[in-house]
């Protein structure tokens, strides 16, 4: 079973930047894209972007577009998450996610680190 490490979140002020690694361990990161959410507190699961398994293709949440910025490297078996600008807003754990089969259901991840502490102060 693939297990996913997150890594990268800290402390910033508004309009820094952090880069969130994610390790994917015992291999690749299961089938097909591979997800970033975030949960603020008191509040649920948001989507914040995928990356294809090939890397050409990327899409993002409207909050955080022209912002964030994910990325892979197939050989380290990590992927990223690249976020400027920030807002305190984007006060979150983050998340990666994979999915161990190719659901049909292009959301549905079953694949889960434990989160990174991302917090932006204003």
């Known amino acids: 079973q693939v297990q996913l490490v997150e890594s990268g979140g800290g402390l910033v002020q508004a309009g820094g930047s952090l880069r969130l690694s994610c390790a994917a361990s015992q291999g690749s990161f299961g089938t097909g894209r591979t997800g970033w959410f975030r949960q603020a507190p008191g509040k649920g699961r948001e989507f914040v972007g995928y990356?294809?398994?090939?890397?050409?293709?990327?899409l993002y949440a409207d909050s955080v577009k022209g912002r964030f910025t994910i990325s892979r490297d197939n050989a380290k078996n990590m992927v990223y998450l690249q976020m400027i600008s920030l807002k305190p807003e984007d006060t979150a754990v983050y998340y990666c996610?994979?999915?161990?089969?190719?659901?049909?259901?292009?959301?549905?991840?079953?694949?889960w680190g434990q989160g990174t502490q991302v917090t932006v102060s204003s």
């Open positions: 996610a994979a999915r161990s089969k190719p659901y049909t259901d292009q959301m549905r991840y079953d694949i």
């Open positions: 990356i294809s398994r090939s890397g050409s293709t990327t």
